[in-house]
């Protein structure tokens, strides 16, 4: 059985930095691009980033891109986001998701989730 | 604003077909396949239709999808109590290098 399972969240002040992991098994993590998507309270999906299986894609969100680095340790069964600079927009329940390898841009199986709330 | 755009409600009665749009740009839709996935809060959201078109195993025959150009839909024919949730397209942006996400549709069943 696929489980993606993320840790990490709570709360942080403006301006701090948190480190998201999420633990995958049920499958061989080393075949699959990984994404990280993020839902705002009260609001809709968002994706936030995309790592490739062998490291060498990896695509931020506009929102994100130069404060949050997405990385992998597929020994670990590992993936991570390293989120700095973060802001009270920031906020939100993150999710882990596999992508479901083939021609086309396709999540098939997704963790619980893990809350981060940026607040002073 | 989501670059998928999605009514943010729809609801229908047991006997009705619930269609909820998607639409997007060449960039995404015109261009990617398209998912669509189901999501109750507080859990993990679910694959619901993807490849435009195609229902994983174990989602009810009453989900489908279609595309045509650059909008995609989700009918639901004949919802049931237990569908009430948030419905969400997404597909890749070739421009934005990234995934995209409707705004989402909360489902009500009458």
């Known amino acids: 059985e696929v489980q993606l399972v993320e840790s990490g969240g709570g709360l942080v002040k403006p301006g701090g930095s948190l480190r998201l992991s999420c633990k995958a098994s049920g499958f061989t993590l080393r075949d699959h691009s990984m994404n990280w998507v993020r839902q705002v309270p009260g609001k809709g999906l968002e994706w936030v980033s995309s790592?490739?299986?062998?490291?060498?894609?990896?695509y931020y969100a506009e929102s994100v891109r130069g404060r949050f680095t997405i990385s992998r340790d597929n020994a670990e069964n590992s993936v991570y986001l390293q989120m700095s600079s973060l802001m009270v927009e920031d906020t939100a329940v993150y999710y882990c998701?596999?992508?479901?390898?083939?021609?086309?841009?396709?999540?098939?199986?997704w963790g619980q989730g893990t809350l981060v709330t940026v607040s002073s | 604003q989501s670059v998928l755009t999605q009514p943010p409600s729809a609801s229908g009665t047991p006997g009705q077909r619930v269609i909820i749009s998607c639409s997007g740009s060449s960039s995404n839709i015109g261009s990617n396949t398209v998912n669509w996935y189901q999501h109750l809060p507080g859990t993990a959201p679910k694959l619901l239709i993807y490849s435009d078109n195609r229902r994983p195993s174990g989602v009810p025959d009453r989900f489908s999808g279609s595309k045509s150009g650059t909008s995609a839909s989700l009918a639901i024919s004949g919802p049931q109590s237990e569908d009430e949730a948030d419905y969400y397209c997404a597909a890749w942006d070739d421009s934005l290098n990234g995934g995209v996400f409707g705004g989402g549709t909360r489902l009500t069943v009458l």
């Open positions: 998701a596999r992508r479901h390898e083939g021609s086309s841009w396709l999540i098939d199986y």
């Open positions: 790592i490739s299986a062998s490291d060498t894609y990896i």
